[in-house]
């Protein structure tokens, strides 16, 4: 899926990319169930895992901003609005 594309969380849990869709008004709550059982796991697991989130988040970052090896650049012509150099 493209960055503008959307599905549903029904959608999204049948294909198995959520493990769970709670309604909205309940949404804070669960968080707070899940983040308390997360923290009842020994310390150093829960910090190696934010860690690793932290990681793979900013890396996701590196890696839109960056054109793929290869492609070459359109030039400001070639270039949509709004393009943010993908």
Not at 52 to 57: S, V
Request: hydrophobic share 35%.
């Amino acid at each position: 899926m493209g960055r503008h594309e959307r599905m549903s969380a029904t959608r999204a849990y049948e294909l198995g990319l959520v493990s769970e869709v709670v309604e909205h008004d309940r949404l804070l709550e669960r968080a707070h169930e899940i983040a308390a059982l997360v923290n009842r796991n020994a310390p150093l697991a829960v910090r190696g895992t934010r860690l690793a989130i932290d990681a793979a988040l900013r890396a996701g970052r590196h890696r839109r901003r960056r054109r793929p090896r290869g492609l070459p650049d359109a030039g400001p012509e070639g270039r949509r609005a709004g393009d943010d150099g993908l």
